[in-house]
C-alpha cells in the first residue's frame, strides 16, 4: 500500500500496546508536530491507527502565590496577631491587631476577608475575636501553595486549589495532549508492507517556476478528517454585528449617515436644543479637545436661527431658556457624545442638501464618554443613530420600527418607558430582557423631535429619532454580561475566536 511520507513516519513510529504522544512520535519521524498531528488524524480516519486525546492542568505560581509561599498567608499573619493581642478569650480593637500583624494596603483587606472566611475568628464592629480551635498552622490553602511550589499538585486538596485560583494566587493552564496508537488493521497494513508514495503535499514556488508541478502526483487532501484548530484573524463579533445591524436598516429603507467624531459643541448640543449653562450640557461628561479650540466653519444662518430658539423660543408661545448663549461655546470642539450630532448636520440640510420627506437616516458609529468603566460602561461605545422624517409621525411609528428592527435579530420582549431629552417630546427609553441574567437592561433612548430642535434646522414635518447602543444589543444576542469580556484591554480571546457567528 502507498501512502504520503508522513504518515508512513508517523505508521512506523506508532506502537500497537502503547499510546505514544503525537510529540514523540513527530521527533522519532522527524517532522513538524503539526505534520504529524494531520497525518495521524488521516491515518485514524482510514482506522489504521487510534487517536486519544488528554487535557493536562498545569499549575504555576503566580507573583503574589510565590511571596506567600515564602512568607505565610495574610490570613495567617493576623491571627497570629489576635492571637497574641488575647482575641481568643474577647474581642479586641481591629485597629491595634492590624498594627501588630505587620500588614498594609491591600494585604488588610485580603487577610479580613479570607479570615472571616475560613472562620479563625469574627469581625464586628471595629472588633476581632480569634477562635482558639482554628488551625492556621495546617492551611488546606497553604499546604496546596506548598504543593503546587514543590511540583506535587497530585497532593493538593481539589477545593483549595479552586480557590487559591479565585484569589489569583495561581495561575491554571490546560493543554491538549493527543496520542496515537496502532490498531489491528494498522499492524496488519505495515506487516503487508507500505511504502511512501512520492506525493508532493505543498505547492511551492520552486515547483511552479521549474514546470515540475506537472509532472508530480499530489497528496489527496481528506477534508473529513479531524483537524487541529488554527486561530486565524477574523472579524471581531461586534463589527459582525455592525455590519449586519447595517444591513438590517438599508433592507427597512435607511440611508447611511456620516461625519466627525470630533465635532462643534453647535452640533452635538446646540442644535438639539440643550442650554449652554444647563447639566444636561455635561451629563454625557463629554471630552473637550484642546486642539483645534474650535471649528473652522458653521452656517451663520442656522447659528441665527438656533441661538434664537434658545433665547426666545419658537413659535407665537415660545418661552426659550432666557439664558446666556455665546457662539464662542457653540463652537468648542468635543468628541462626540452621541451621533445626535450626525443627524443635526442632514436634517439642516447642509449634509446632503435639502431633504425631502420621506427620509430615512442611520449611523453605527463610536461615541465617547466620561463614564466610569463597569460591567455594561466603556469610555466608548457604538451608538445606532436613526431617524424617520415624514408627516404626522406618532409614538405607534416609532416603536412599530423598533419592534421590528429587534426581532431581526430575535428580540422580541421589548419594553418602553416614557423619559426626559431636552431634544424629543414625547422621549422614551428601550429595555430588553438579559437572556443569561434575567436582568432588564436599557438598550437605547429615543423619541420625537421637538419644534426647537426641527423649525431652526428648517424642517416643517415630524421627525422621529433614536439612538441605540450596539454593544447593548450584542450583550442581548450572545448573552454577554460584561462588555469588557469582548471589548478592551480585558478583553477575552478564547470568548472571540470561539462565539459563532449568528446570521
Ligand atoms: N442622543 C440620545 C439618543 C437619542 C437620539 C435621538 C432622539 C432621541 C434620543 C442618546 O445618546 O441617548
Given at each position: 500500500m502507498k501512502r504520503p511520507q508522513a504518515q508512513v513516519a508517523v505508521l512506523q513510529a506508532a506502537d500497537a500496546q502503547d499510546d505514544r504522544r503525537i510529540d514523540d512520535v513527530a521527533a522519532e519521524a522527524d517532522l513538524k508536530p503539526e505534520a504529524a498531528t494531520r497525518a495521524a488524524f488521516e491515518l485514524e480516519a482510514d482506522g489504521l491507527v487510534s487517536v486519544a486525546e488528554e487535557t493536562l492542568e498545569h499549575y504555576e505560581l503566580t507573583e503574589e502565590g510565590e511571596t506567600y509561599v515564602r512568607e505565610s498567608l495574610p490570613e495567617q499573619d493576623l491571627y497570629?496577631?489576635?492571637?497574641?493581642?488575647?482575641?481568643?478569650?474577647?474581642?479586641?480593637?481591629?485597629?491595634?491587631?492590624?498594627?501588630?500583624?505587620?500588614?498594609?494596603?491591600?494585604?488588610?483587606?485580603?487577610?479580613?476577608?479570607?479570615?472571616?472566611?475560613?472562620?479563625?475568628?469574627?469581625?464586628?464592629?471595629?472588633?476581632?475575636?480569634?477562635n482558639p480551635d482554628a488551625a492556621p498552622g495546617s492551611d488546606p490553602e497553604m499546604l496546596a501553595l506548598e504543593a503546587v511550589a514543590d511540583g506535587h499538585v497530585e497532593d493538593a486538596d481539589a477545593d483549595a486549589l479552586d480557590q487559591l485560583e479565585r484569589r489569583g494566587l495561581i495561575d491554571v493552564r490546560e493543554e491538549t495532549v493527543r496520542s496515537v496508537q496502532l490498531t489491528d488493521d494498522g499492524v496488519t497494513a505495515l506487516m503487508e508492507g507500505v511504502d511512501a508514495a512520492e506525493t508532493v503535499d505543498q505547492l511551492t514556488p520552486e515547483l511552479l517556476t521549474s514546470g515540475e508541478w506537472e509532472d508530480v502526483a499530489f497528496t489527496e487532501y481528506n477534508v473529513a478528517a479531524d483537524a487541529e484548530d488554527v486561530s486565524h484573524g477574523k472579524e471581531h463579533i461586534l463589527r459582525q454585528t455592525a455590519n449586519r445591524v447595517k444591513d438590517t436598516l438599508v433592507g427597512m429603507g435607511f440611508s447611511e449617515m456620516e461625519g466627525p467624531h470630533a465635532d462643534a459643541q453647535f452640533w452635538i448640543n446646540d442644535c438639539l436644543f440643550m442650554p449652554q449653562d444647563h447639566p444636561a450640557r455635561t451629563h454625557w461628561d463629554q471630552f473637550a479637545l484642546e486642539q483645534p479650540e474650535e471649528i473652522g466653519e458653521l452656517p451663520a444662518d442656522l447659528v441665527e436661527r438656533v441661538r434664537s430658539a434658545h433665547k426666545e423660543g419658537v413659535g407665537p408661545d415660545g418661552e426659550g431658556y432666557h439664558s446666556p448663549w455665546t457662539e464662542d461655546i457653540a463652537r468648542g470642539m468635543d468628541l462626540r457624545g452621541h451621533t445626535t450630532s450626525l443627524s443635526m448636520r442632514y436634517l439642516s440640510g447642509h449634509q446632503v442638501g435639502e431633504l425631502d420627506p420621506p427620509e430615512r437616516y442611520f449611523s453605527v458609529e463610536k461615541v465617547y464618554?466620561?463614564?466610569?468603566?463597569?460591567?455594561?460602561?466603556?469610555?466608548?461605545?457604538?451608538?445606532?443613530?436613526?431617524?424617520?422624517?415624514?408627516?404626522?409621525?406618532?409614538?405607534?411609528?416609532?416603536?412599530?420600527?423598533?419592534?421590528?428592527?429587534?426581532?431581526?435579530?430575535?428580540?422580541?420582549?421589548?419594553?418602553?418607558?416614557?423619559?426626559?431629552n431636552p431634544y424629543t417630546e414625547p422621549s422614551f427609553e428601550l429595555f430588553g430582557t438579559h437572556p443569561e441574567t434575567g436582568e432588564v437592561v436599557e438598550v437605547g433612548n429615543s423619541g420625537i423631535f421637538r419644534d426647537e430642535v426641527l423649525t431652526p434646522l428648517g424642517v416643517d414635518c415630524d421627525v422621529m429619532a433614536w439612538g441605540l447602543s450596539l454593544e447593548r444589543l450584542l450583550m442581548l444576542m450572545y448573552g454577554f454580561e460584561d462588555i469588557r469580556d469582548v471589548h478592551g484591554t480585558l478583553c477575552d480571546l478564547e470568548l472571540l475566536r470561539e462565539t459563532e457567528v449568528m446570521r
Open positions: 497570629e496577631a489576635a492571637i497574641d493581642a488575647g482575641a481568643a478569650d474577647g474581642p479586641v480593637q481591629m485597629g491595634q491587631v492590624i498594627g501588630a500583624s505587620g500588614l498594609e494596603g491591600g494585604a488588610v483587606d485580603i487577610a479580613l476577608s479570607n479570615y472571616a472566611r475560613k472562620a479563625y475568628g469574627e469581625i464586628d464592629s471595629g472588633e476581632i475575636t480569634a464618554r466620561n463614564d466610569t468603566l463597569d460591567p455594561t460602561h466603556l469610555l466608548e461605545f457604538f451608538q445606532i443613530e436613526g431617524w424617520v422624517m415624514a408627516e404626522d409621525l406618532s409614538v405607534r411609528d416609532l416603536m412599530g420600527t423598533f419592534t421590528e428592527f429587534y426581532e431581526q435579530f430575535g428580540i422580541t420582549d421589548l419594553e418602553f418607558k416614557p423619559h426626559y
